[in-house]
């Protein structure tokens, strides 16, 4: 029952810790692809401690509440579009071959970015983030988008070290019992 409590009560704190990042985000304009990483990083734990089906949970509640409550549209959109990658992470990882899991990663951040610009521009109607796509050339577009897979790659990378860091040294130092 303790092990339980320990991690309801864990992943509750981790989750509103994720929101509250998110809503930070809001407030600094240039926090906009920043905050939703640190978010997904915050959530780990829950998935390394409680399980997949905890990590979902915890995807869930604080994609609907960024939904909800986080003013910057397209921020609470990349988190729910993203945040969900390290629950599939695992799934990614056990591909053998590097460079076709190199591939599965570079077409989920394309995919996702895609989608995630789609439902700005045609389903929340963000004039401004028309008016940013329409402004710039295809070549800055392109180069915007391989820049985010870039930094996709390297956010894949500090999960996998994030989650070995929790494992190793976090952990035992906040639940010594």
Known sequence: MHQKSRQIALSGVLTAL??????????????????????????????????????????????????????????????????WYPLLKPYVDRCAFRPLRILYKILFCTVSVAVTYSLLIFVFQLEAVLAEFQAASTFLNILTLITANITFLLMDTLIGRVELLWKRKLKKRLFRG
Request: glycine share 6%.
């Open 18 to 83: 994720a929101v509250v990042i998110l809503l930070l985000g809001s407030l600094i304009p240039l926090t906009t692809f920043c905050c939703p990483m640190l978010a997904i990083l915050v959530l780990l734990p829950i998935r390394a401690d409680c399980g997949p089906r905890m990590g979902w949970a915890a995807w869930a509640a604080v994609s609907l509440i960024a939904l909800l409550l986080v003013p910057d549209r397209e921020l609470s959109l990349f988190y729910v579009v993203f945040g």
